[in-house]
C-alpha cells in the first residue's frame, strides 16, 4: 500500500540523513520497554522540531505532552546549552522516564518537565508572570487543543511560533461527529482548534500534511501576530 511504501522512504531518509542519533534512540527504546505508547513524533519530525527552533533562535520553548522526552530532547537541542524547554506531562511513569532519558542524553539542565494536567502548569506559568515562550509545541490530549491554544496566547508574544501536532488522523479530520466516545472527542477537538487558528485575530496558521512513519497525519503551524 502506499502507507507502507511511505514508511519504508521514511525509514530511507532517517538512514541517509542519519536522523536516528544513538542517544536518542536509546530513549526511545527505553520508553517503550517500559510500556510507553509509540506515539512519540518520528525521527525527521523530531529533526524538522529542531531546525525550526533553531530557524526561529527560539531560546524558550513549551511542550504539552512529554510522554519520554522524544520531541523534548529534539527541541532542547534545538534551544542549545542557555535556552530552556518546559514540557507540561500527567503521567508521573511518562515524566520520570522522560527525566531518564534527558539525563542519559546530556539534556536534563536545559529542560525543566511540570508534572499535573498541562493546563494547570499552565495557568501557573501565566499566573506567575512566566517569560514569553518562543515557540510552543501541543501534542497532548487534542480535546483541549483550543483551551491550549488560548492558553498558549497568554505565554506568546509577537512572532512566537505555535505547532498543533496530528490534525490529520489518517483523514478522520473530516468524519462528521458521531457519539462522544475518545475518538470523536479528539477528532472534535482538532476540528475545533482548526476553526480557533482561522477565527482568532491573535494569529495568522495554516496546516500540512504528512505521510511516512506515522502514517498519514499533519500539522498546523502559527504565529502569533
Ligand atoms: N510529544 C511527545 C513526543 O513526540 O515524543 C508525544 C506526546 S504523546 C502524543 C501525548 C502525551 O500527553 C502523553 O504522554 C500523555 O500522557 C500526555 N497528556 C495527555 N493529556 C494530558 C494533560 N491533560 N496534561 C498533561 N499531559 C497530558
Redesign the pocket.
Known amino acids: 500500500s502506499a502507507d507502507h511504501h511511505a514508511a519504508a522512504v521514511d525509514e530511507y531518509l532517517e538512514q541517509r540523513l542519519g536522523l536516528r542519533i544513538d542517544a536518542l534512540e536509546a530513549g526511545r527504546e527505553h520508553a517503550h520497554n517500559a510500556g510507553?505508547p509509540r506515539?512519540?513524533?518520528s525521527p525527521a519530525q523530531?529533526k524538522f522540531l529542531q531546525l525550526l527552533v533553531e530557524i526561529t533562535g527560539a531560546r524558550r520553548v513549551l511542550?504539552?505532552?512529554?510522554?519520554?522526552?522524544?520531541?523534548?530532547s529534539w527541541l532542547a537541542k534545538g534551544v542549545g546549552e542557555s535556552g530552556t524547554v518546559i514540557s507540561?506531562?500527567?503521567?508521573p511513569l511518562?515524566a520520570s522516564i522522560a527525566r531518564e532519558n534527558l539525563q542519559r542524553a546530556g539534556l536534563s539542565e536545559r529542560v525543566e518537565i511540570k508534572l499535573?494536567?498541562?493546563?494547570g502548569s499552565m495557568e501557573s506559568l501565566i499566573s506567575r508572570k512566566s517569560a514569553p515562550f518562543d515557540l510552543i509545541?501541543i501534542?497532548?490530549?487534542k480535546r483541549?487543543n483550543v483551551r491550549y491554544l488560548e492558553l498558549a496566547m497568554d505565554l506568546a508574544r509577537p512572532g512566537t511560533v505555535v505547532v498543533l501536532?496530528?490534525v490529520v488522523r489518517s483523514g478522520a479530520i473530516l468524519d462528521a461527529v458521531a457519539d462522544h466516545g475518545t475518538q470523536e472527542a479528539d477528532v472534535r477537538g482538532v476540528q475545533d482548534s482548526l476553526q480557533w487558528l482561522r477565527d482568532d485575530p491573535r494569529v495568522s496558521a495554516t496546516a500540512l500534511q504528512t505521510v511516512g512513519a506515522k502514517g498519514w497525519d499533519g500539522f498546523a503551524l502559527a504565529r502569533v501576530l
Do not use: K, R
Not at 511542550?63 to 523534548?72: D, P, R
Open positions: 510507553l506515539i512519540e513524533v523530531g511542550e504539552i505532552g512529554t510522554l519520554g522526552g522524544y520531541s523534548t507540561c506531562e500527567f503521567e511518562h499535573g494536567a498541562a493546563q509545541f501534542d497532548a490530549d483541549n501536532d496530528n
